[in-house]
Structures are given as structure tokens and as C-alpha cells.
């Protein structure tokens, strides 16, 4: 599966990285950078954990 | 795992519901799972609202969320109207029963009233805001009522939309829940962008006509706009636990695990959690996840499940600048820069608490200066 992030919507909360910090990360200048957009079904759980934290709706997994 | 529960029901499909719903199927749990939710909309982000979903340029989405994967039965525009903790069994309107093995109280709360008349409206749901965002797109004159984030944020909004607006406010808006100092910086702000402010000991609404309400200042002043919002707080959804025990002072009490007993716990903005000021409810996004995943944890497995260790995060957007702010709330003082400085984008921090005004940044990040780490990234 994916994860997707529509970049224009991201505003920068970060609570998708508390949910997966092994997937993604804000970088130094806030912005969201995917560590992994191609994840295996082991790390599809915590993908969409962090899709679903997000108050802007700006990840997706698919 | 208790083999014992098979049945568990979640009332609210807000996101703390949603959250512990999802959180029981992440902590393993795979028996029954029911969701009863008394609007017909899927589970939204109420934060966007009161900010995206106000301006003109919003195509109606920024609210939705991903699609639940909870597996859950899903009861939506039902509402619970009554509960019998002994017999474990949630009464739905219609007189039909939910028996349970757990139970996760999350109805969350509504907005509270200065009236009943039909001439103040009420930001609190989505269909709330889809009628507001109608009515202030005739650009009607509008008078807010409550300078808390809600007000603030609505204020924003119809100014942006290019309504003549008014806030009325019981001291410095923003100033009970961000401190002076950031309170200065967004009351400075709404200024420059047309706000008029007036502050009052109090106000009260009385109707204008069948249909529009006015505004009556303590001080004698009258406000007659075409369009009154209020933004007075919130009420906590209890009413179907009247005669349980289980909020009798209008909030759910719970420990630090999110229960109220060992078979039902409560999340969200009507859980008072213990926190070092004592039991509070913390009506906030992020807080609710956090109960969600807490509670859910420790409906499975009691005691062993990891308590709430809670950081509360906000934000707000509001008069062209971005604030968002974590640790304990309201700051007092005056903070030390951590990067920019008055009047423009900035990092700050305080003791116990760290904002970041129209700048991006890490939370994790502004989480570890508001616990006092140095600076550095």
C-alpha cells in the first residue's frame, strides 16, 4: 500500500509523526517529509493511525 | 485478554469515540464492536470547522476524514438516551437496548446557549457550520459573542468574507486560554484587520423581531447586526446518564486510565481526567485522541495499560496568523524568543509552555522546549 499527502493541506500539526515516527517526519523547517510512501502490510496499521490523527484530513493510504 | 469481553459499544462518533474505537482493534480486540452516533454524518474534524470550512475558497472537504477501518456496526442518527450500568445495557431512542461487555462514553458536548432564541446561532457541528458559512455569504453585519478561540476564529472567518464585525468579550479575548501575551499578538492582529472589540461584564441576547436577536451589554449599549453567533463554551452531553452515578456534577469523572468503573470508560471533551490542577476537562483534538488510545487500552487490560501522560497541543488560526501552542495553559508572563521576535514569525517558550506563532515546527519539537530541552533542534 501507499501513503499519500496532499502537501498543500499539510499544516504542519505532526500528529501523524507521534503516530508513525517511522514512516514520516516533520523536517526542520516544519515541512512533512514520508520516510516510506511504499509500506508493507506490517506497517499499514500504524499508516493509518497517522492518517486519522490528522485534523486537516491531508494523509492518505491506499 | 479477558475471553470475557465480546461485546463492547462506543457512544459518539466524535474523534475521541472514533479514536477508541480504532484503538481497540489496534490493542487485538476483535469481538463486536457498535458505534452509535447521533448526527447521520460520518466522524469529521471539528477543529476545521471554525477555520477552513468558513472561508469562501473551501470545496467542503477539509472536514472529512479517512474512511474508519474499526469494522464496527455503525448506528448513525441515533441518539442514546438512557443507561443502566448493572445490567450493562445502553437505551437508544426507540426503547431498543445495547447490552455490553465495555462501554466508552464519548458524547461529547454541545454548545452552550445565552438563549433559546432562534436569532443566536451556534458553531458546535458541521451542519451548523455549513448553515453559517451560507448565511455569511450575503455578507451580513455580525456581532460575536465570546472572545475565546471559537469566537476569535468566527470573528476571522466573517471578516475574511467581508463582513463588518464585532466581538464581545468579558476582558482581552483569548487572554484566559493563551495568556497576555499571545492574546496582545492576535488581538493586535484582529485589529489591523478591521475588528471591533468591545468588552463587557456581560452580555445578554433579547429577540428583534421573530427571527434576528440582539445584543444588550451589562453596560447599557445595544448591538442590533443582522447575524448574532455566540461562542460561549461548551456543555457536556450527560443527560443520558441521569440516575447512573456516573456524572452527577455534569461531567464523567475518570481516573487516569479514562474509566469510570472497570467496565466503562469515558473520553473526550466530557471526561474530567485527573491532571496536576486537578480533575479538569481538557476540550481539545489532541487531548481526545489521547483519551481514546488510553481508555481503549484500559478497558482490555485494566491496570497494566499505561496511564494518560498528557501534553495538551492547540492551535489556532485566526486573523491571518497560525498559533500553536503546547504545555500548560494559559502561560503567564512575558516569554523568552527562541527564534524571530515581536510582531513578526516566532518561536517562544515560557516555563512549562512553548508557542510557535506563524512558524512551522516539529511538535515533537516544540513539545520537548516546552518541557524545558534546550533550543536546539
Not at chain 2, 452509535?36 to 472561508?55: I, M, N, Q, T
Not at chain 2, 499505561?306 to 494559559?330: A, H, N
Request: with cysteine; proline share 7%.
Amino acid at each position: 500500500m501507499k501513503i499519500v499527502l496532499d502537501r498543500p493541506r499539510c499544516e504542519g500539526h505532526g500528529l501523524c509523526e507521534e503516530a508513525a515516527p517511522h514512516l514520516m517526519h516533520l523536517d526542520d523547517a516544519g515541512e512533512l517529509v514520508l520516510d516510506r510512501e511504499e509500506i508493507g502490510a506490517e506497517d499499514v496499521a500504524a499508516a493509518k493511525a497517522a492518517a486519522r490523527v490528522c485534523p486537516v484530513a491531508a494523509l492518505r493510504v491506499e | 485478554m479477558s475471553a470475557a469481553i465480546g461485546r463492547v459499544v462506543v457512544v459518539g462518533n466524535g474523534i475521541a469515540g472514533l479514536t477508541a474505537a480504532h484503538a481497540l482493534r489496534d490493542a487485538g480486540y476483535d469481538g463486536e464492536l457498535t458505534v452509535v452516533g447521533d448526527e447521520v454524518h460520518a466522524a469529521y474534524s471539528r477543529p476545521a470547522l471554525s477555520k477552513a470550512l468558513l472561508a469562501d475558497h473551501d470545496d467542503l472537504t477539509s472536514h472529512r476524514l479517512p474512511e474508519p477501518t474499526h469494522g464496527a456496526v455503525e448506528l448513525l442518527g441515533t441518539r442514546a438516551e438512557g443507561l443502566d450500568p448493572d445490567r450493562r445495557r445502553v437505551r437508544l431512542a426507540g426503547g431498543e437496548e445495547l447490552p455490553y461487555d465495555r462501554l466508552v462514553i464519548a458524547t461529547g458536548s454541545r454548545a452552550r446557549r445565552l438563549s433559546d432564541l432562534p436569532g443566536e446561532h451556534t458553531l458546535r457541528g458541521l451542519d451548523d457550520a455549513i448553515a453559517l458559512r451560507d448565511r455569511v455569504a450575503a455578507r451580513p453585519s455580525v456581532v460575536v459573542v465570546g472572545g475565546g478561540p471559537l469566537g476569535m476564529e468566527v470573528a476571522s472567518g466573517c471578516l475574511a468574507r467581508g463582513c463588518e464585525v464585532t466581538l464581545v468579550s468579558q476582558g482581552t479575548p483569548m487572554a484566559p486560554q493563551l495568556g497576555d501575551h499571545l492574546a496582545g499578538v492576535l488581538v493586535a492582529a484582529a485589529r489591523e484587520r478591521g475588528l471591533a472589540l468591545v468588552e463587557t461584564r456581560a452580555a445578554r441576547l433579547e429577540a428583534a423581531g421573530d427571527e434576528a436577536a440582539r445584543v444588550v451589554l451589562d453596560e447599557g449599549p445595544l448591538l442590533e447586526p443582522d447575524l448574532v453567533v455566540s461562542a460561549v463554551g461548551d456543555v457536556p452531553n450527560t443527560e443520558w446518564l441521569a440516575g447512573t452515578g456516573l456524572a452527577d456534577d455534569g461531567v464523567v469523572r475518570v481516573d487516569e486510565r479514562g474509566l469510570a468503573r472497570p467496565d466503562v470508560a469515558a473520553v473526550g471533551d466530557l471526561a474530567a481526567f485527573p491532571t496536576a490542577g486537578g480533575l479538569r476537562r481538557i476540550p481539545l483534538w489532541s487531548t481526545a485522541i489521547e483519551h481514546g488510545r488510553v481508555a481503549a487500552a484500559a478497558l482490555l487490560h485494566g491496570e497494566s495499560a499505561p496511564p494518560l501522560r498528557l501534553q495538551p497541543y492547540f492551535w489556532t488560526e485566526q486573523f491571518g496568523l497560525s498559533v500553536k501552542v503546547v504545555g500548560d495553559l494559559p502561560p503567564t508572563g512575558e516569554p523568552t524568543y527562541v527564534e524571530g521576535g515581536p510582531g513578526g514569525p516566532a518561536l517562544m517558550r515560557w516555563d512549562g509552555a512553548a508557542a510557535a506563532v506563524d512558524h512551522r515546527i516539529p511538535i515533537p519539537r516544540l513539545r520537548r522546549l516546552a518541557a524545558g530541552a534546550p533550543a536546539a533542534a
